[in-house]
C-alpha cells in the first residue's frame, strides 16, 4: 500500500478463500447473538461507536488523509459525517417494527422486519471509511452481520472501524474485514453463507458483482459510476454558482462518482462564468494533504493519474481547450516529489460527443458546455447511460423543481452540489445502480419482510 508522496506505507496480504470463509463464519456466529438483542439495545451499541469516533476524529482524519491523499480539512467532513450516520441508524434501531393487520372474525395477520444474516459491503477508494460507515450503519441496526472488503488502494482506516466496533461492545467478528483484490471479492460473493451484497465502485465491476450474486440469488446494493449534469441559468447567483461548479467537480482531487463534471452554462453568462471558475480554479491550493490550508491533495495511484492524463490529452485532440490546469504538479517539499499530484483542470470548447464529455474520467477534470434553451439542456443532461447525480442552479424555484423533475438521476441538487447529509437516501438511476444508501430507504435493503396469518377461528376446508 502506498501514500500520496508515492512512499510504501505498510505490506498487507490479501485475504484468500480460506481467510473469507473464517471471516464468514465468524460473522454468522456474532449474528447469532446480535439478531436477538432489541432495536435499543443495539441502538446503544452503536451511539458507543459514534462516540469514539467523534472523540478521535482528528486522528482517524489523519489516517483517512494518508490513506487516500484526500485533504485533512475534506477528511474531518468524512469523519464527521460517519460518526453521524452511526448515530442516526441507532436512531432508527429501536423504532423498527412491522404492521399488524385486522382480519375478518378476529382472525389478524403481522409482518415482521427481520435482518438478512451476513451481509457484504466492498467498498471503493475515494470515501474508505465513510462508505464502511454508510453501509456497516443500516446493517448492524437492522441486526445484519457485515463482512467489509476495502479497496487494496486504501486498507487502512476500515480496519480502525472494525476495532471501534470492538471497543463499543459488538459481539466479537460482527464487523470483520477482508484485506484483498478481485479474487477476494469474488471468493466472498460465491461464499454461499452470504446474504446480501453491497458494492460501491465502478459499472464494469458492478455488472460482475451482479453475475455472481445471481448464482446464489443474493440481493445487491450497487452504488456505481456517474457523469452528472450540472446546469446553470443565468438567473442564478453567479458567485453561489461557480461555488458549487467547484465542489461539483474538485472534491477528493475530482474522485467523486456524483461529481458534476458536464456543467451546462446557459449561452448569455458563459464568458462571465468560465473567467470566474478558471480564476477560482487557480487558486486552489495543492500540496501536502495534511497542512492546514491544502484544499486539493494527491490523486490514488500512479495508474489512475495517467489515465486521468490520457484523458484531458484525447480532449485536446479532440477539440477542447484546456483553460486551465490539467499538468502535473511537483509540490516544493521534496518529500513530496513522487506524488500524484495535477492541477485541477477546467475545459472549454466542449461537445457532447467527445470523450471527456461522455465518460467518467474521476480526476480534477471539468467539462463546460453552452445551452439555450431549458428544453433543449435537459434533453442533454439524459443523453448519457449513467443516472447518479444531477444539479441546478437559478433563482426561479418553478423552474428549479421543474428541472429536476425531469433528470433522470437518483440524487438531484438545486442551488448546491455534493451535499450528503446521512438522513437523504442516497443512489442511482440507470447504469449508476439500484438501491439506496443512507435514509430510512436503506432499512429496506438490509432487512425482508416475514407475514404472518392467525386464524382465531377453525379452518374452512374445500376438502
Known sequence: FQMCSGRVLCKLPCSGEKEVDLAVQSAKAAFKIWSQKSGMERCRVMLEAARIIREQREEIATMETINNGKSIFEARVDIDISWQCLEYYAGLAGSLAGEHIQLPGGSFGYTRREPLGVCVGIGAWNYPFQIACWKAGPALACGNAMVFKPSPFTPVSVVRLAEIFTEAGVPKGLFNVVQGGAATGQFLCHHPDVAKISF?????????????????????????????PLI?????????????????????????CCNGT???????????????VVKRTQKIKIGDPLLEDTRMGALINRPHLDRVQGFIKQAKEQGAEVLCGGDLYVPDDPKLKNGYYMRPCVLGNCKDDMTCVKEEIFGPVMSILPF????????????????????????????????????????????????????????????????????????????????????????????
Open 200 to 228: 460501491t465502485g465502478s459499472v464494469p465491476t458492478g455488472m460482475k458483482i451482479m453475475e455472481m450474486a445471481a448464482k446464489g440469488i443474493k440481493p445487491v446494493t450497487l452504488e456505481l459510476g456517474g457523469k452528472s
Open 232 to 256: 446553470i441559468f443565468s438567473d442564478c447567483s453567479l458567485e453561489n454558482a461557480v461555488n458549487g461548479a467547484l465542489m461539483a467537480n474538485f472534491l477528493t482531487q475530482g474522485e467523486v
Open 262 to 276: 458536464r456543467v451546462f452554462v446557459e449561452r448569455k453568462i458563459l464568458d462571465t462564468f468560465t473567467k470566474e
Open 372 to 463: 439555450d434553451t431549458e428544453e433543449e439542456v435537459l434533453e442533454r443532461a439524459n443523453a448519457t447511460k449513467y443516472g447518479l447525480a444531477g444539479g441546478v442552479f437559478t433563482r426561479d424555484i418553478q423552474k428549479a423543481h421543474r428541472v429536476v423533475a425531469a433528470l433522470k438521476a437518483g440524487m438531484c441538487f438545486i442551488n448546491n452540489y455534493n451535499v450528503s447529509p446521512v438522513e437523504l437516501p442516497f443512489g442511482g438511476y440507470k447504469s449508476s445502480g439500484f438501491g439506496r444508501e443512507n435514509g430510512r430507504a436503506a432499512i429496506e435493503y438490509y432487512s425482508q419482510l416475514k407475514t404472518v396469518c392467525v386464524e382465531m377461528g377453525d379452518v374452512e376446508s374445500v376438502f
